[in-house]
C-alpha cells in the first residue's frame, strides 16, 4: 500500500486493499497503524477517507528500502518492469533510467556542484547549471528559498544509482509534464517519454532519452 502511494496520489482504504490484495477490513487496520506510525496521513473530503504518504521523507526511505531489499549481488541485473525501469516518479521527481541519465548528464555538464565540497549527497547548481535551468523556464531562487533540501542525490531503486531528488529534482518534473516531455501513466508512477521529450531534452541536455 506505502508503494502504491509513491505516485504522489491519495488513495481510499478500499482502493488500497484492491493493491494489498486483502480486505477492506483489513486494510483499514494496517493504515490506521500505518497513521499512527507516521507514515501516512488521512484528509476527508465528503464522505470518503484518502490516505497519502506523510512527507517526501517517507518516500525517500521506501526507495531506499527498495535498494537494500534486493540483497547484495556480484552483479545488478535489473528485473524491474521496462515501463518503470524507463521512467517513474519517486514521489515528486523523476526516477528510473530517464533520472539517472538526467543527474549524470548534468554533472558531466558541469551543472552539479557537491556540497560540502566532496560529499555525494547535497547538490548546488553551478553559475553554468542555474543558466541552463532558467532556459528551461525554472525559478532557481524561489527554489533555493523553499524550506526543502535544495538538491540531493536520491539512490535509484531500479538502477542502483543517483537521480536528482530534493526542489530542483520536483521542478524538473514539473517542467517536463508541462512542456509534455513526459506524460505519466494514469494510476500508476510509470512516466511515458513523448517523441517531442525526446528531441527536447537531447537539445537542452545533449542525451536522446
Partial sequence: MLYCLMDGHARTSTELSVVAGISPSTASVHLQRLKTAGLVKLFLQGKHRFYSLQNKEVAEALEGLSVLAGGPREEFKPSTPNRLRNARTCYDHIAGSLG???????????????????????????REG????????????????S??????ACLDWSERRPHIGGALGAAILQIALKRKWVVQELDSRALSITSFGRREMKQWFGFAA
Fill in 100 to 126: 539517472v541519465a538526467l543527474h549524470d548528464k548534468f554533472y558531466e555538464h558541469k551543472w552539479l556542484s557537491k556540497i560540502p565540497a566532496g560529499s555525494g549527497d547535497h547538490y548546488e547548481l553551478t
Fill in 130 to 145: 542555474t543558466k541552463a535551468m532558467e532556459g528551461i523556464g525554472l525559478n532557481v531562487e524561489a527554489l533555493r528559498d
Fill in 147 to 152: 524550506r526543502r533540501k535544495f538538491a540531493y
